[in-house]
Each structure stands twice: as C-alpha cells, then as structure tokens.
C-alpha cells in the first residue's frame, strides 16, 4: 500500500528476510507477495528461497500470489527453474487500492503546502518535501550517513535546544546544495563557514550553471530546472546576502542570451546580490549587458531597471554598515564604487523623468531610489567612509512640477529634509582642517531648499535673488510672460504665490480642510461661527473673516495648522523640511496634536 510513498525504500530490502519468511501466515501472505514481487533482486534470488517457494506453490497450488512471485524468480534463473513453473494465472502487481493511493497523494500535497508556508516557523528541523517532490527535485533533500556512532545528522535534531546542544557533533550531509533550500543546514553553515565547504556548494553550482549555459545556447530559452535553481539561490542569497562565485560566473555567459524579459524578477532579484567591487568592472561586465538586453525604448523596462538599481544600493548600503572596524584598506574604493553607481542610477531617474510621460509610479520608482539614497548618506555622520551624494537639481524641479501629487511632495520634502540634517551633522562633526564637503557644493544644495520653500511657504516662486537661490532653473526672461498670463485668467493669479499652501494644486484643499477643523472645533467649543471660510485662504480673507463673525486665526497660525493637518495623515514630509529650514519654525513642534 505505502512502498510508492516511503522516504527510504531500502527499508524494505533490509527486511526482506523478514517478508520472506512470513509467506506460511496465509492470511497476509497475498499482501506479502506483491511486495516481494516489486522488491526482489537478483541479490534475493537464494537456493533455499527456491525451495521453500516451490514447497509453497506445490502445498497451495493455483494461488495466484505465490505464482506471481515464483515467475519473479523464474526471470533471474529461468535455467535452474526450467520445467518447475507453477500452474494457474498469477496475480496483478497492481496497487491494491488505488482509490487509497489518490487519497494519500492528496493529503501528501497539501501537507507539503503547509510546510511550505510555514518552513520560516520550523527552521530548526530538517525540511522534508515528501517522495514524489524528492524525487523529481534538482536540489537533493538533506541526508547524512555518519560512520561514528558518536555523531549526529542534522535530521535528528528536533528543535532549537537540540541544535545548540548537538551543534559541534553534526557530519555535514552528502551534497552540502542542500542548503540553498534547507533552513537548518542554512543555520550550520553561517555558525560554522568552513571553506572546504564552500567549495563543495560552488563546486555543484559551477557545475549545473555550466551544463544551463550549453542548453540556454542550444534551445534560446531557459530550462525548467534553471529556473527552479535560480529562484532557489534567490531565496539563499536573501539569507547569506553573499553570492558565490560560480553564479557570478555564471552571468557572464547568461546575459548575452537572456532576452530580458523571461523571468525578470529573478534575475533582478539575483543581481542585486553583486559584490561591492569596481563599479566599471561590473558596469563592463555585467550592467551593459543587462541593461541592452532590458531596456527597450519604453517607460516599463526603464522604471523596472531603475528598481534594480535601488535593490542594490540597498545591498551594497548593508555591506558597507557591516563592515569591520577597523575597516579593510580598500574601503575607499568601495565607497567610490557607491558614488559611482549612485551617479549611475540618478542619471537614469533624470532620463525617466525626462524623457517619458510621468506617471504614478515612475515617479513613486525615482522616489523610491532617492529615498534609499538618502538613508544611505544618513548613515555618513557615524561612518566616514560614506559621501553625502546629493540629487541633481533637474530631477529635483521635474519631481515638483511633473506630478505634483500631496504624495510626491511630502516624500520629496521628507528627502530634502534628511538631507540637510545629515550636512548639518556631518558638518558639525568635522575635524578643524579643509571642509570636508566644499562650500560651492553645499550652497548648491541649499538652492534647492530655497527655492522649494519660496514655492510652498514664503510665496516667492522662481526668485532667484535670495541668497543660494537657484529660481527653480527657470531663465528670467520668462517670467514677466508667465506672469501676464496668469493675470489675465479669472480670477487672476500671482505668479509668487500660486505653489503656496493656499494655492497649491495638492495643498490647497488640505489647507481649506485644515481651516474647516478648526471652525469646528470651535464651534464644539460653544462659540458662536456665524461664517465659515469658503478658501482659499490669505492674509486678507483670515482679516476678513474674523471681521465678519468668522474665528479668529492669525496667518501663521494658520500655516502651522495646515502642516499639522498633513502630518496627522501621513504628509508629514512638508512640515519636516519647513521646520528644519525656516527660522520662525525652528524649535516649533509641528508634530504636535492639536
């Protein structure tokens, strides 16, 4: 009934004395046939098993099990047996209960699910897939044969407190690729990095992804088992976050052939795992060629490979806060490495911006770059070797005035504003000597806080007479024809306030709701609100509507209001910048409750 479906078939060969000798018990004896039928070898094929099998079918004669068997035997030795054949029809080695077989595969699957979905839970035993998957499986299951009985295998241990105990008794298993899939032997292998071991994993990579190359060359497309090995050293790289050697190797040959589009996410996912080494190199190597094969004049291939970009600033973020101190002489190379692809990938946010229609979620996707950028320079007040590596002013503009979404600004301000506590920190912190950061590059930033806060707050848009000051890049000789345009729509607008909060395509009706709370709240209060503020507001309608029952708000009361509305659901980045920057919000808790 179960011989498809056990983890070790050997244990019947081990017992098929066992079997053997039970054949005189009838009431099992047609159970016991069929699996001796299915097990025996020539191995089994004994004189005196050939005499008791004749004594049998002589004794029983016609049964349709004992015949069965007996042609068995008679296969191996048809010679010895000849003229000694039973009589009568032998019986099917069919499963018994193919209905209870069905069932079993059923319940075998779904448990399988189940481990599965729950491997992270249980990572300290021994993953077991079932028969059926074992077998068909590229990467082999765990399995271990110790030859000193004072040893153990990583299938015995049961637990957390076994595995400590038992930790410097285990005998490595036979294929050590088992760990690319295997959490327990993921555990060994990082508490005990050995690089005979490492070899021995490398040594079946090298030779699998050599094989993969041949048949990627011959039939132009990537093999089912390929893909399975590639999305399991995925989820070991997400593990160890250290890729070996063979897989880079390995995408030397690949990407020549890779169409850039099959199973994208997990060549992504895999190459954002390259060692910190020389940008150039890997740009020679590897980037170009992924980048012909990915890129191909459309917002999609851009934005996904902008992505990429960011997953390995991340990675490369994480090897550089994890590095040793001291830290290792080429520490600087590495951070050039950083610089370098930072370079790379702010250029390639410029082009998305540029060059396609905005969307949604390009502009999330350079978002999203730029706020891994920034959390790495976060980091460069506690760790010398990280650059403060600051935006170019075009992707900057581009993000304000593209898509101006209440999203896309408070991620922008909340940038600018990290940005600027990181160069005070640093700054701060700076041995006496030659700046660390040269004034001409630090003033050029805070242009970019400049203008930002003349468009949102001071109502200053594109001035560039303020000190730093960059007008948003807009050439001045413009201005006096945007402005006469605006004059002319009804009502008319003015060119220095029509970014402010009160005018602001994405602030205007926050700023109006922010005012609203607060004639609520006063009403709740038991005062008397004999008119409401219909926005948007100004200095001249908060007059006013005082003056005419209204409540009483001052202009900046009111500001600081509107970025307190905005942080209570979520916008919190606009406040962050105004209060690091303008000097009347300094030291103000925007973040207060009201």
């Given at each position: 009934m179960i011989q498809d479906v056990l983890d070790e078939p050997t244990v019947l060969t081990k017992l098929y004395s066992v079997f053997f000798n039970l054949l005189d018990v009838i009431s099992i004896r047609g159970s016991l046939c069929h699996l001796l039928s299915i097990t025996t070898g020539r191995k089994h094929v004994k004189p005196f098993r050939l005499q008791m099998l004749l004594e049998l079918t002589r004794n029983f004669v016609n049964e349709p099990a004992l015949v069965g068997l007996l042609q068995v035997y008679t296969e191996y030795y048809p010679n010895v047996m000849a003229g000694q054949s039973a009589a009568g029809k032998p019986s099917s080695?069919?499963?018994?209960?193919?209905?209870?077989?069905?069932?079993?595969?059923?319940?075998?699957?779904?448990?399988?699910?189940?481990?599965?979905?729950?491997?992270?839970?249980?990572?300290?035993?021994?993953?077991?897939?079932?028969?059926?998957?074992?077998?068909?499986?590229i990467v082999p299951e765990v399995h271990?044969?110790?030859?000193?009985?004072?040893?153990?295998?990583?299938?015995?241990?049961?637990?957390?407190?076994?595995?400590?105990e038992k930790l410097d008794k285990v005998v490595l298993p036979n294929q050590m690729?088992?760990?690319?899939?295997?959490?327990?032997?993921?555990?060994?292998?990082?508490?005990?990095?050995?690089?005979?071991?490492?070899?021995?994993?490398?040594?079946?990579?090298?030779?699998?992804?050599?094989?993969?190359?041949?048949?990627?060359?011959?039939?132009?497309?990537m093999s089912k088992a390929l893909i399975e090995v590639l999305e399991?050293?995925?989820?070991?790289?997400?593990?160890?976050?250290?890729?070996?050697?063979?897989?880079?190797?390995?995408?030397?040959?690949?990407?020549?052939?890779?169409?850039?589009?099959?199973?994208?996410?997990?060549?992504?996912?895999?190459?954002?795992?390259?060692?910190?080494?020389?940008?150039?190199?890997?740009?020679?190597?590897?980037?170009?060629?992924?980048?012909l094969a990915v890129l191909d004049n459309t917002v999609e291939s851009a934005a996904a490979l902008l992505e990429y970009y960011t997953s390995l600033m991340r990675n490369w973020?994480?090897?550089?806060?994890?590095?040793?101190?001291?830290?290792?002489?080429?520490?600087?190379k590495m951070m050039q490495s950083v610089a370098a692809l930072a370079d790379h990938s702010s250029l390639l946010s410029l082009s998305l911006l540029a060059s396609y229609t905005p969307t949604q979620h390009t502009i999330s996707t350079v978002l999203s770059y730029h706020e891994t950028l920034v959390h790495t320079i976060s980091h460069a007040v506690s760790h010398a070797q990280i650059r403060i590596l600051t935006p170019y002013a075009e992707t900057v503009y581009l993000l304000v005035f593209l898509n101006p979404t209440l999203s896309t600004l408070s991620r922008l301000c909340y940038i600018l504003a990290t940005y600027k506590r990181t160069f005070e920190a640093a700054m701060s912190k700076?041995?006496?000597?030659?700046?660390?950061?040269?004034?001409?590059?630090?003033?050029?930033?805070?242009?970019?806080?400049?203008?930002?806060?003349?468009?949102?707050?001071?109502?200053?848009?594109?001035?560039?007479?303020?000190?730093?000051?960059?007008?948003?890049l807009l050439p001045p000789a413009i201005l006096p024809q945007i402005a006469a345009y605006l004059d002319m729509l009804t009502p008319p607008y003015a060119l220095q306030a029509i970014f402010s909060l009160s005018h602001n395509l994405s602030l205007s009706g926050p700023a109006t709701a922010a005012i609203r709370d607060l004639e609520d709240k006063s009403a709740t209060d038991g005062r008397v609100v004999r008119t409401r503020?219909?926005?948007?507001?100004?200095?001249?309608?908060?007059?006013?509507?005082?003056?005419?029952?209204?409540?009483?708000?001052?202009?900046?009361?009111y500001r600081l209001e509107a970025l307190r509305w905005l942080h209570e659901r979520g916008a919190g980045g606009i406040g962050d910048l105004m209060s690091c920057t303008m000097k009347q919000l300094m030291g103000t808790n925007i973040n207060a409750a009201r």
């Open positions: 080695l069919e499963h018994p209960d193919p209905a209870w077989r069905d069932r079993l595969r059923v319940l075998q699957n779904t448990n399988v699910s189940n481990a599965d979905t729950y491997s992270n839970t249980t990572s300290f035993k021994v993953v077991r897939r079932g028969v059926k998957r074992a077998r068909a499986a271990a044969f110790p030859s000193d009985k004072s040893f153990t295998t990583l299938e015995d241990i049961n637990g957390v407190a076994d595995f400590v690729v088992s760990v690319l899939e295997d959490p327990l032997l993921r555990h060994y292998v990082m508490l005990r990095p050995n690089d005979a071991t490492q070899r021995r994993i490398d040594d079946w990579l090298s030779m699998f992804l050599d094989a993969q190359i041949s048949v990627q060359k011959s039939s132009f497309c399991k050293i995925l989820d070991y790289l997400r593990y160890a976050r250290h890729m070996p050697k063979p897989v880079s190797s390995f995408f030397l040959a690949f990407l020549p052939l890779w169409d850039g589009k099959d199973y994208r996410d997990t060549i992504f996912g895999l190459l954002a795992y390259l060692p910190l080494d020389s940008f150039e190199e890997l740009r020679q190597y590897i980037l170009e060629q992924m980048e973020t994480i090897t550089l806060l994890s590095l040793p101190d001291p830290h290792p002489p080429d520490v600087g700076a041995p006496p000597g030659p700046q660390v950061y040269p004034r001409e590059y630090v003033n050029h930033f805070n242009g970019f806080l400049m203008d930002i806060c003349n468009l949102l707050w001071r109502s200053r848009a594109f001035n560039g007479s303020d000190t730093n000051a960059l007008g948003c503020h219909v926005g948007p507001v100004t200095q001249r309608s908060l007059e006013a509507l005082a003056m005419d029952g209204g409540i009483k708000v001052s202009w900046a009361e």
